[in-house]
């Protein structure tokens, strides 16, 4: 019987202990980039002996940032970007997606044929005729192209009607025989009902608009259309021996994406999962 | 609608009516449940053509009804038609044709798929995206397998565990490229410098990570690093569907946590494994990202020991404008995700019958 006891106290510190192990090595690069954002760029690769916090912080770092490239443009054009193009999705798609889950209609097996079969589809694959087709219509160098490439997802649609199919018909049937309108039905019932599901495609898009960088680097061309990623990789590329710099403009690129993560992270373990199983 | 007298309008009616009657009553005597649910269909076409007449409105309630539905759809699928729908056809075409984006575009059959055959740079991309994808896939999986079973486990700091495996997935590429290439640079980075002062290795054998045979081995372990936070929230939704039952069952008949393993978690884990592995192929085959800004110089090219298919792709269509051709590969693309998705579909079908 003790030794049982032993053996199961034994497995828990094993447990912990390659849990600490995973931890240090998921965390490690990020504290890095913390610890070498306030060095000099002398300080950052001195390894005997390493510091985390040297002794007179380079703060200047974080406001130099701002003023060797126009960083607060590239904030402006991703802030822009990505509240715009999320907006758009969840609105577009959660709409379209009450029309295929809740409402009966002429040709709806087709129109929903054309999302499912484009949503294994890789982007890469038809990026190029994209480019081709935005370009005739002015689009290039305009951050409107990257609004109109990003906001209109198959996946965003599958991924609402699957949740409104969970929610009962029977809700969308009374407020029919109260008279309410289907607009109204959507507006004031589906859409409070929804809020985990909008949660998770919130971040995704987020995520993704934020982070993306081969869109951008096709259509923005010039220097004060470029968004945090491609400005942070010009900078890595013209710099790419102010360490110190090139660390505190990444920290900084990834604020945004972190507070939105804590913020909505339970929808988004939620959501992942589903969607994840669902397929 | 012209405005009809009432009698001509009773009259239609009842005409409608006698032919809905009559195909009510075939259709209680029709065996075949082909033709019977065509006949159902008409009853509803006579019925609703009844409506319309005695209402008199233009547009019958069906109508409107699909009007509705379509307003709906309309703002989402403008957007989704424009620009995903018909840039996929104009890709399918464009693979056919030799264009340089501004002159006349010419027709060239399938000399585009010959050229493949002997194009040293994409027998490159595509071995080194297939290698890629081979490695990171299984390692993934066991990564993140064994990360949602040690987190499915009554510990504590779960929360704290899962959020911080996953957030190296949101994180931009940009910005954690940029920490790994300063963690494992040659010559002064933290990595190389416990390899030559803790294990003792020689100066000139420290390895280069981000160039020539080791960079796609660093590719990698980047990817393991950064997307098994995602796939183990994945694993972690498979295990909690697995009965305690079975557990406690395999307990009674002596299993050690290896059996248990064995018998009860991965067999019962089996479509969740599959979905990750299909989910991890496809996203191996679109990888770029990753390859340019670990390997990529100053201006972003990659030499053939880093270069993948998206980005040959890209070179093709953006650099050297040879648009037909670039569509060629981006077939290739297309195919091997096809192949990959197909196969999903089989197994998928194959395990709902049984």
């Known amino acids: ?279 | 609608m012209p405005k009809m007298d009432e009698a001509a309008k009773a009259a239609k009616i009842d005409g409608l009516q006698q032919e809905l009657t009559k195909l009510i009553t075939d259709v209680r005597t029709e065996t075949d449940e082909k033709k019977k649910r065509k006949m159902i269909a008409e009853i509803g076409k006579y019925n609703r053509q009844i409506d319309k007449i005695k209402s008199g409105r233009i547009l019958s309630r069906e109508t409107k009804r699909d009007l509705i539905a379509y307003s709906f759809i309309a703002p989402n699928f403008i957007g989704f038609c424009v620009f995903t729908l018909i840039p996929i056809v104009f890709a399918f075409a464009l693979a056919f044709m030799k264009w340089d984006g501004s002159n006349p575009i010419q027709w060239a059959g399938i000399s585009n798929f010959v050229r493949l055959g002997d194009d040293i740079f994409f027998k490159a991309a595509l071995k080194n995206t297939i290698i890629y994808c081979v490695g990171t896939v299984p390692l993934t999986m066991i990564a993140s397998l064994a990360l949602a079973i040690i987190l499915n486990q009554k510990v504590k700091g779960r929360g704290i565990f899962r959020t911080l495996a996953f957030f190296p997935y949101v994180a931009s590429l940009v910005a954690i490229t940029s920490v790994w290439k300063m963690l494992f640079h040659p010559s002064k980075g933290p990595v190389n410098n416990i390899l030559l002062n803790v294990f003792g290795a020689a100066q000139e054998n420290l390895p280069q990570w981000f160039s020539g045979g080791l960079v796609l081995f660093s590719m990698i372990l980047f990817s393991v690093w950064k997307y098994m936070g995602y796939y183990m929230v994945i694993y972690l939704a498979g295990l909690q569907g697995i009965s305690s039952e079975l557990y406690e069952a395999a307990s009674l008949d002596g299993a050690g946590t290896w059996n248990k393993f064995r018998y009860v978690t991965w067999p019962q884990l089996s479509s969740t494994t599959f979905f990750v592995v299909v989910m991890l192929t496809i996203n191996c085959f679109k990888v770029y990202d990753i390859a340019i800004m670990l390997a990529g110089g100053g201006s972003g090219e990659l030499t053939t020991s880093a270069t993948v298919l998206v980005y040959y792709i890209y070179q093709k269509a953006f650099i050297d404008w040879d648009l037909g051709y670039s569509s060629a590969v981006a077939m290739v693309l297309f195919a091997m995700v096809l192949i990959v998705t197909i196969i999903q579909f089989r197994g998928q079908a194959k395990r709902e019958r049984t």
């Not at chain 1, 060095?39 to 001195?46: G, I, P, T, Y």
């Not at chain 1, 044929?113 to 994209?130: D, E, F, K, N, S």
């Not at chain 1, 370009?135 to 409104?164: E, H, P, T, W």
């Open chain 1, 1 to 279: 019987m003790r030794s049982a006891h032993k053996k199961a106290v034994l497995g828990k510190v094993i447990v912990y202990v390659i849990l600490i192990l995973i931890a240090l090595i998921m965390i490690i690069p990020f504290l890095w980039m913390l610890s070498a954002s306030i060095k000099s760029d002398r300080e950052v690769f001195q390894m005997n002996p390493f510091v985390w916090i040297p002794e007179n912080p380079k703060w200047s770092n974080y406001s130099d940032i701002w003023t060797k490239i126009p960083f607060a443009k590239f904030v402006a054009n991703t802030v822009f970007l990505t509240i715009v193009v999320t907006l758009l999705q969840l609105l577009t798609s959660s709409f379209a997606a009450y029309s295929f889950a809740k409402l009966n209609f002429r040709h709806k097996n087709g129109l929903f044929l054309a999302y499912i079969a484009t949503i294994a589809m890789p982007w890469q694959v038809y990026m190029v005729p994209q480019f081709i087709m935005m370009r005739r219509m002015g689009l290039n160098d305009k951050l409107l192209a990257i609004i109109c490439l990003q906001a209109f997802s198959a996946f965003g649609v599958f991924m609402m009607k699957q949740f409104y199919e969970g929610i009962p018909d029977d809700l969308c049937e009374a407020a029919r025989i109260d008279g309410m309108s289907e607009y109204r039905i959507y507006a004031s019932i589906m859409l409070p009902l929804s809020k985990p599901a909008l949660s998770t495609l919130t971040i995704f898009t987020f995520v993704a608009t934020w982070n993306d960088y081969l869109g951008p680097l096709i259509y923005l061309k010039s220097q004060e259309k470029k968004t945090i990623q491609l400005g942070l990789k010009m900078f890595i590329s013209q710099y790419s021996s102010d360490y110190g710099l090139i660390m505190a403009g990444s920290v900084l690129s990834l604020i945004p994406v972190l507070i939105v993560f804590l913020v909505l992270q339970k929808y988004f373990v939620e959501g992942v999962a589903s969607t994840g199983l669902k397929g």
